[in-house]
């Protein structure tokens, strides 16, 4: 953890006078309307109401209300509504003031703001369920009023990862999983690109600090041959355009750190072998926007001119705009070194969308626009998330991150209107993103004049005409075909109004059996029903209890008693995200063993093992091992279950279930943990022999399993190993590769 810094009262003074007229002096160079008067006057109440406040880093409170409106500023390019906003945002919060205060002293908009980003304390979720979910619902309920308040709330979160590193190790695991999982792909999806990317890079950085700053190493290490490649590339494009007497900016626009770890991962590949480290980007001058079409495609013309270009890989968002409002021509074309690079064109207003992101633009600078009706369409789908009635974290965070992360298409209805919609999207998603009603009574579609069923998955460019009757009525098994939120959610309306009569029905049966056998009605004997009888919620429950389909009979009332006795009451959306993500088959660890005393989230745990067992458990999704970057869940049990940080179940606990998350150091332990090796390459007599020797002899490593298939030269094994740690696995890596007719060998997580 960073050391905190002290300073006198007068160094106090000089820093926070000179961060604000720094503010100050951005402000006065942009392009706003100048409103001086009301932002000094946040300022100085700011200043007053966060007096004598630091931060934990040591510098006085005051600084990261002016960091942050900073960022709205200039990376955002919000007005003085939103500096002031940003400027009072903890007020409410941290002080005695409230919102009747805000609004007496600066009006209702600016109170209006505040209040939006002014954090919960409680939620619907309940006590012991995710507060971050909740505040992730009620941050996006405010979108529909007024966007600002999301986009100040990313400049408070980009400002707070700045300065991550005066948090505790536990405080930073979860503040990077719920930034990664939910932040950066909601900034995405506003087109605050710029902020996306420094989102992910300092999530990465203090998730993985050892990985983040080797990769950035050698990324220093490969600048000036990157220079030279990029100059040989570049050069005879300018020339063209220079000729063609176009306006323009050329530059190299480099991966992110964590865009070229997560290649490398997916890829297995290492750095050395990741070729298509940059772009390039041309920012183009055009005073008239009705002929950037025309300049996009003349720039391209004048480089497929020059170079082969990919013929799978032009992407033209120009026509098309993503959902976020992102325009570009974006093309592939083979290098002068013989590796592929991408080529994105734009105008230097696409530009400014692309980096600030349009909804900057919304009602305040554009108008009414196509920006403005995409937005609204966006902010409409995630109302219709936030409207369900019955939400649990985990769904909600599960269904958000869906929403947020797809990648679109784009399909036509018979009149040639588009509509945008999430990759893999169906023939019911499309249905009910056209109307309820359409969805309710859809039978089937003609997709390119041809008749599909109703799960036919739908392409970019697909002209759909969606097929309905009246008698045809909404059914369960709909909802496995369907990955929008707002057709999921009105599916799952409509059969509740169609069962609710016998849920409530089957709801009193239970109540009655209950209470005629002494159990109380806790969540913990509702997940231990909903366990038995394999069920999801209490609903379904419910409706097959008064369906008949299941019985509660005497073999459940022992159970049942004892899931009342044991303390802790979990909610059953605990279950769910408990088996989000896990395998099915057992992966074989040390026993773990209950801890002497409940575990402190706020210290670090050293995982070790003794011959009364582990005191922690490996969670089966991802298998760690020592060496691993790995964090602890506590879980209902009180044990400590370990996750890699990357892991996608330990995504989900970092950002719903942010308390429980216990930062951990591997004790030296001569115990053996399972991995699985991936190896390739060019069959030969003897190769397998020749592997197996290695291993368990050269070597000597536990083989526990081992799979292996070739076709025609080219072969493919997999070994499943018990070993110490993340060096034994580097190493049998690195010896396997030694092996005549290996190319690559490769550790699955």
Not at 323 to 336: D, E, F, I, K, S
Not at 548 to 570: D, S
Request: glycine share 6%; aromatic share 8%; charged share 25%.
């Amino acid at each position: 953890m960073e050391g905190k810094v002290t300073y006198s009262p007068e160094e106090d003074d000089r820093m926070i006078e000179a961060a604000f007229r720094d503010l100050m002096d951005c402000y006065l160079g942009s392009n706003h309307r100048k409103k001086v008067e009301i932002i000094e006057r946040a300022y100085r109440f700011a200043k007053e109401a966060h007096k004598g406040i630091r931060r934990r880093s040591g510098e006085p409170y005051i600084m990261h209300p002016i960091a942050v409106a900073k960022i709205v500023l200039q990376e955002i390019g919000l007005g003085s509504t939103s500096i002031c906003a940003a400027l009072l945002h903890d007020v409410v919060e941290d002080t005695e003031y409230t919102v009747e205060d805000i609004e007496q002293n600066f009006g209702p908009k600016i109170a209006q703001l505040v209040e939006g980003l002014t954090k919960i304390s409680g939620g619907i979720f309940g006590d012991r369920a995710s507060v971050q979910a909740e505040n992730f619902r009620k941050l996006l309920l405010t979108m529909s009023e007024d966007i600002r308040v999301v986009l100040i709330k990313m400049a408070d979160r980009l400002h707070n990862m700045r300065t991550l590193g005066s948090m505790a190790p536990n405080k930073r695991y979860k503040i990077a999983g719920e930034t990664l999982y939910i932040y950066a792909p909601l900034a995405h999806r506003l087109g605050l690109f710029a902020i996306k990317t420094e989102l992910e890079d300092l999530s990465f950085k203090h998730e993985h600090p050892d990985i983040y700053e080797d990769i950035q190493k050698k990324i220093e290490a490969t600048r000036p041959h990157r220079r030279a490649v990029y100059t040989d590339f570049a050069l005879p494009i300018q020339a063209k355009l220079d000729e063609l007497g176009i306006k323009y900016e050329a530059k190299a626009r480099l991966k992110s750190v964590y865009s070229i770890y997560n290649k490398m991962e997916n890829k297995h590949l290492p750095f050395e072998e990741v070729y298509d480290l940059y772009a390039m980007r041309i920012v183009f001058e055009c005073d008239d926007q009705s002929k950037e079409k025309n300049m996009c495609w003349a720039i391209y013309s004048a480089i497929t001119d020059l170079y082969q270009l990919h013929p799978t890989r032009t992407r033209d968002w120009v026509v098309t705009p993503k959902a976020n409002g992102y325009q570009a021509l974006h093309l592939t074309v083979m290098g002068p070194d013989g590796n592929w690079i991408e080529v994105q064109i734009r105008s230097q207003r696409m530009d400014e969308i692309a980096e600030k992101g349009f909804a900057a633009h919304w009602k305040y600078k554009i108008g009414d626009g196509d920006e403005e009706s995409e937005l609204n369409a966006w902010l409409k789908t995630i109302k219709d998330i936030l409207d369900n009635p019955e939400p649990s974290a985990i769904d909600f965070l599960n269904t958000l991150k869906l929403n947020l992360f797809s990648s679109e298409i784009v399909v036509f209805t018979p009149a040639g209107e588009p509509v945008t919609l999430p990759a893999g999207a169906t023939v019911l998603d499309l249905a009910f993103a056209l109307h309820t009603e359409i969805g309710m009574h859809c039978i089937a579609a003609k997709v390119n004049h041809k008749l599909v069923p109703l799960q036919h998955e739908l392409h970019s460019g697909d002209q759909a005409e969606v097929l309905t009757s009246k008698t045809q009525m909404p059914q369960a098994e709909w909802e496995n075909h369907m990955v929008t939120a707002k057709g999921r959610t009105r599916l799952r309306q409509a059969l509740r109004r169609s069962v609710q009569p016998t849920i409530n029905r089957g709801n009193e049966i239970l109540k009655e059996w209950l209470a005629a056998h002494d159990i109380p009605d806790t969540n913990m004997v509702m997940t231990k029903l909903q366990g038995i009888y394999q069920v999801g919620n209490r609903d379904e429950l419910c409706r097959q209890i008064a369906a008949q389909e299941i019985m509660l009979g005497e073999f459940l009332i022992k159970p049942l008693r004892k899931a009342a006795a044991q303390p802790r009451q979990t909610p059953g959306i605990f279950s769910k995200l408990l088996n989000f993500g896990k395998k099915t088959e057992e992966q074989p660890t040390t026993a773990p063993a209950a801890p002497a005393e409940p575990v402190n989230p706020k210290k670090i745990y050293r995982l070790s093992t003794s011959g009364d067992g582990a005191n922690f458990k490996l969670a089966p999704c991802c298998s760690p091992i020592p060496g691993d970057d790995v964090m602890g869940y506590i879980d209902d049990d009180g044990l400590v279950e370990i996750h890699s940080l990357d892991c996608p179940r330990a995504q989900v606990l970092k950002a719903g279930f942010g308390s429980r998350i216990v930062a951990t150091e591997w004790d030296k332990t001569d115990d053996r943990f399972p991995a699985h090796v991936h190896i390739e390459g060019i069959d030969r007599h003897g190769i397998l022999q020749e592997l197996t020797y290695l291993i368990s002899q050269t070597l000597g490593i536990d083989l526990r399993k081992l799979s292996i298939e070739a076709s025609g030269e080219v072969f493919a094994c997999d070994l499943w190993v018990r070993v110490r740690d993340v060096e034994v696995v580097e190493r049998l890596c690195a010896s396997a590769k030694n092996v005549n007719g290996v190319r690559s060998a490769n550790r699955i997580h």
